[in-house]
């Protein structure tokens, strides 16, 4: 009986450490134990983030504004961030300490975009508040857009165009959630918008000639080089014209399609990353630059070795082809003289005289000069 009753009190009290899931922008009830009914006491929170301990309920009254206290339950609202953490209470005099955990989930709708690219968003029916966070941010959000004032407007390249958000040109410094609300804070739908590089790859003969274009042009590019097998990296080109550098000879050219290298080396090869003026990564180009003896070798590059095993593996199912037609071919040839030789066999047989004295066909003198006979 001592047991069952200790059972049902930790069920009731909660048990120490157990974890609760719960999405950003939606309600937490709190567990049962450790909210009215059966508990009015201090709740404490420690959270996970930034941020100090702090008291969010006590004597059945709420210390937040966001978390609803009545004499059957309380539930924390609108969640975000900051309410990730561990909840603690004292349950007896012996100061026997019992928690929860809670981590706060995305649950946003996944957006991903190339640097350069155009990004329009649509506000849903009944939208009043667009608002920003940056990746891993506990601060308060940044409000894009509120209907109720048009003319407050903060942060990205972004701009409000009819019932939607439209970027023109994304970069990582859009990287991060975007909630749209109701006029009650309501959230609506989270977005995660996530913006990567753009990536090419060029391959190229010694003393010939690589243009790099650029993503779009807008004049204010940084290119750094980093040389195949080395970890450092050499400055190139800072905000959009030439900087000297002994390895390139002056044969780095700038141009408003994109630098250019003149008299290509085998040690120019590497990784090219251009960047904007405000720190985003727009472009990373590999380069590989190869000797003329590795073509003349009969290495061929790598454009070539794959047309190769195309044209194999086409010729391989055409000899397959015509390998199984001359097998079917060779197996109906076989098949006909055996089915007509039984029956000329069988005529010759029955229609051969017995008396070898007597000729099958007569001669033509005989025919001319006896009269024919009458049965």
């Given amino acids: 009986m001592l047991l069952l009753l200790l059972t049902v009190f930790t069920f009731f009290f909660g048990s120490s450490a157990v974890q609760h899931e719960a999405c950003y922008g939606k309600s937490f009830s709190i567990p049962l134990g450790f909210g009215p009914p059966l508990y009015d006491g201090p709740l404490i929170l420690e959270p996970s983030r930034r941020g100090s301990t702090r008291t969010v309920m006590d004597k059945g009254m709420s210390m937040e504004p966001r978390l609803k206290v009545s004499i059957y339950s309380a539930t924390l609202t609108d969640l975000n961030k900051g309410d990730e953490g561990t909840y603690s209470k004292l349950s007896d005099p012996q100061r026997q300490s019992w928690s929860f955990k809670l981590k706060v989930l995305d649950c946003a709708d996944e957006v991903k975009k190339k640097y350069g690219e155009f990004w329009t968003l649509s506000f849903p029916r009944g939208a009043a508040l667009f608002e920003f966070t940056p990746p891993n941010s506990v601060d308060p959000p940044v409000v894009l857009w509120n209907r109720s004032n048009p003319l407050v407007k903060s942060g990205n390249r972004g701009r409000v165009s009819g019932n939607s958000w439209q970027v023109s040109n994304v970069a990582q410094s859009e990287n991060g959630f975007y909630n749209i609300r109701k006029k009650d804070n309501t959230l609506l739908s989270r977005i995660h918008l996530t913006v990567k ?44 014209s030439e900087h000297t550098e002994d390895r390139f000879r002056w044969r780095l050219d700038t141009s408003s399609e994109g630098p250019k290298i003149y008299s290509l080396e085998s040690r120019n090869s590497g990784t090219y990353e251009f960047t904007d003026k405000e720190g985003n990564l727009a472009l990373v180009a590999h380069l590989v630059v190869r000797e003329k003896e590795d073509y003349d070798s009969g290495d061929p590059p790598p454009t070539q070795i794959l047309i190769y095993i195309g044209i194999a593996a086409l010729l391989a199912v055409f000899c397959c082809c015509c390998f199984c037609c001359k097998k079917k071919c060779c197996k109906k040839d076989k098949s006909a003289p055996q089915t007509a030789a039984a029956p000329a066999v069988s005529y010759h047989d029955e229609s051969q005289p017995v008396d070898p004295s007597y000729s099958a066909v007569p001669s033509s003198s005989a025919v001319s000069h006896q009269p024919t006979a009458a049965p």
């Fill in 197 to 240: 590089e753009n990536i090419r790859h060029y391959h190229k003969v010694v003393d010939k000639n690589v243009i790099f274009e650029y993503p779009w042009d807008n004049g204010a590019w940084f290119v750094t080089f980093q040389p195949a097998g080395e970890f450092s990296k050499i400055t190139l080109i800072k905000n959009g």
